[in-house]
């Protein structure tokens, strides 16, 4: 009868293994043989077999006292299971390894190590035999260790691993997901090591993690090695790809964010004892600040990894949990694990639960949020796990930093804040299995806010949370998508802030009608078009020492402007895909254009800005030609560049019919076409000339949105900013809707499609019918006026049979 083998090498693994040497070690296995020719490169390596495992514990008789002492846990309240764990890794730590399990280990290694020469050193990972499943990930549960040497070397930590497998917190794992601890074996997985301590490493996601979205790959990463990505202790840069760009070949990088990498993990110096083999092997220094600043991949690099991951989770069938590293000797990027992704299965899709804040305050901390809720509680800050019994159920917990070891104390918890972590991070991983909210990253959040404190955590406003100091108020609205009536007239959204777009793609809406450029502007790339292009004109000192520190890291100042736009333009077409995207070209008035850092030098002083040097007129001015082709540049790298033509552009305030054809002209000019790969260019219908011309604007652009805010102000002659006459503002008034009436009929009678962005339609069901009773194409929201927005429609619907007729 032949020996069961102790030992597989990862050419011999594939998933069908996963019996034999666990979820991890099978899945390398199986992309070592079957992914190699795709270009995905995995480091070489071996398993032990669960036959090793078994052998140590028959060899030194320890089924029976392990399994006499589970028995004896607490499985309701783990009273005992810090008592329970420590004498079974005792157990398992005095036992001895069998000579069959070691001489097959020891000759793994040396066969590795030839095959290998230049790489002594060896990754060795826990794999148990239950782990990476697509219902239970057991990410983090069991140890590894890094940079290890040396036949002695590896046969400690395969079994320093074995004994993690009664890690406290995976022996709660195993009994809270259903396993039998006494069924599932440890294999360890011995790889050779990468060697990104000295360049970079992270973790991928082949679906966004937070809003299940399918269409993106998210990528973070950090300086040094993984770990410090996978336990969340540092913030790490992310990326976004776009798959149907990766698939199409199209640059499918949509946005990215600087991470402040504030640490960087790397390999300890050998132990002075040659013998001490339970030295640290890692450390964790302080990056240097030059090092935070700038991304830890190239734009080529992330591509590379988008593709990888395409490739692994079209392999698999699956969304993955994918790690990946790159050799600071060699550089080139590896792929060292890849497992289901488990978080997204038991998300509700079609379910809303919507928060929104009705009042505000002092905030106490920012970070990261996790999921979208609102919570208010006491604040308990704690140190440890060790102190995890002062954290009482409802309570929010603020902490460094968590790891598995905090999991039984994490159930307790309302919500988590911590000071350290991105959105890959343990915190955030557990808080999405809990079915929690988490704000992580925030850096400081346990000197700003005091233990006990009544505090109040939002998730509800996009990428960013939020902790404010006292109880606030808060509505809260649940919603079942799948039951709210569409109305046959197209329902949109208007969007201004991009970190929202996730969240809203979400929504029961047909796209976006109105991306506001000027949120973007202001808010991310802070400064003026026209301080980019003549930077060396520019006098404000104090501005160009701030412009000079926003563009280090750009091959020149405009390119940090079409960068940034692009990005973000980008990143809400991407998430809306195959959906339109409506982008209005650049409204600010020359007020608020001189707010922009080193706008001043550039910008007129008006009387009366909103009347004066804004929208079309701006465009082919010599004051902002340079600045407006900066404008076209971000949107056609999403277009062409990234493939994104779903994206539609949109001209402001155009007063007369010649303005409009001198600036569809000057777009092609910067490169955008009308009619090229599609593109529409769409005017705004907000000025009485756009009306009473209506027919001959519809002869140079494409379409129209009515703008009722200026389109009521120029009808009434009310300037809307002014509080003393805003009782009179109405775009219900006569006269307002007779001109829409108007612009609405001859749009149709010229066959271009017309839509309106605004409140009305929202808050007056009978503006709604209006609407659609004149067979207005589509109808704009903001998010919050959405839903009421699409029964007024409906309603309007039922009421005005005709009114369906004429849309459909």
Known sequence: MALPAYTLFFRELTNDKVAQVGGKNASL?????????????????FATTAAAYWLLLDEN????????????????????????????????????????????????????????????????????????????????????FLNIEGEQGVLDACHRCFESLFNDRAIKYRVTNGFDHMQVALSVGVQTMVHSDLASAGVAFTIEPETGHEHFIYLTGSWGLGENVVQGAVNPDEFYLFKPSLRDGHRALVTKKLGDKAKTMRYAAPPANAHDQRADTIVNTDTPAAQREVFVLTDAEVEQLGRWCLVI??????????????????????????????????????????????????????????????????ARIIDSPADGHRLQPGEILVTDITSPDWNAVLQNAAVIVTNRGGRTSHAAIVARELGLSAVVGTLDATTRIKDGQVITVSCAEG??????????????????????????????????????????????????????????????????????????????????????????????????????????????????????????????????????????????????????????SRYYSPQYREG???????????????????????????????????????????????GEEGLEIYVMAEIPSNVILAR??????????????????????????????????????EAVTQLMAQVIGKAKASGRPIGLCGQAPSDYPEFARFLVEQGIDSISFTPDALLQGLANMVAAEAAVPAARAAVA
């Open 696 to 733: 001959e604007f519809a002869e140079v652009f494409d379409g129209f949105s009515i703008g009722s805010n200026d389109l009521t102000q120029l009808a009434l002659g009310i300037d809307r900013d002014s509080a003393i006459i805003s009782h009179l503002f109405d775009e219900r008034n």
């Open 61 to 144: 008789g320890l089924r029976a006292p392990l399994t006499e002492l589970l028995n004896t846990l607490d499985t309701q309240e783990f009273s005992n299971l810090p008592d329970v764990g420590a004498r079974a890794r005792s157990l398992v730590h005095g036992a001895v390894m069998p000579v069959a399990v070691a001489a097959a280990i020891r000759a793994a290694y040396r066969e590795l190590t030839a095959e290998n020469p230049d790489r002594t050193e060896v990754a060795v990972r826990s794999s148990a035999t239950a782990e990476d499943l697509p219902t239970a990930s057991f990410a983090g549960q069991h140890d590894s």
């Open 463 to 616: 990428d960013e949370g939020q902790v404010f100091e006292g109880q606030l108020a808060w509505t809260e609205t649940d919603l079942d998508l799948a039951q709210v009536a569409r109305p046959a007239t197209k329902a949109l959204l208007i969007l201004a802030d991009p970190d929202r777009a996730l969240q809203l793609a979400r929504y029961p809406s047909q796209g976006v009608g109105l991306m506001r450029m000027e949120f973007v502007i202001n808010n991310t790339i802070r400064v003026h078009p026209m301080a980019l292009v003549e930077f060396d004109k520019l006098t404000d000192q104090a501005a160009r020492a701030e412009i000079e520190q926003l563009t280090a890291h750009y091959s020149s100042k405009p390119e940090y402007f079409v960068e940034k736009l692009a990005q973000a333009i980008g990143f809400v077409a991407a998430t809306f895909f195959p959906r339109e995207v409506i982008v209005r070209l650049s409204d600010f008035k020359t007020n608020e254009y001189a707010d922009l850092l080193g706008g001043r030098q550039f910008e007129p002083h008006e009387e009366n800005p909103m009347l004066g040097f804004r929208g079309a």
């Open 628 to 674: 407006f082709r900066l404008e076209c540049a971000a949107l056609r790298r999403v277009r062409h560049d990234m493939g994104l033509t779903n994206v539609k552009a949109m001209v402001p305030f155009c007063r007369t019919v010649a303005e409009g054809r001198q600036v569809v002209a000057l777009m092609e000019e910067f490169g955008l076409k009308q």
């Open 313 to 378: 989770e079209e392999h698999y069938g699956m969304p993955m949990d994918i790690e990946w590293a790159k050799d600071g000797l060699n550089n080139q990027l590896y792929i060292v694990q890849a497992r289901p992704e488990t978080i997204s299965q038991n998300r509700e899709a079609l379910r809303l639960h919507e928060y929104h804040l009705t009042e505000t305050g002092p905030v106490l901390a920012t970070g990261k949020a996790v999921g979208s809720q609102i919570v208010s509680g006491v």
């Open 29 to 45: 296995g199986e992309m070592f043989n079957k992914l190699s020719d795709q270009g995905i490169r995995v480091p070489d390596g």
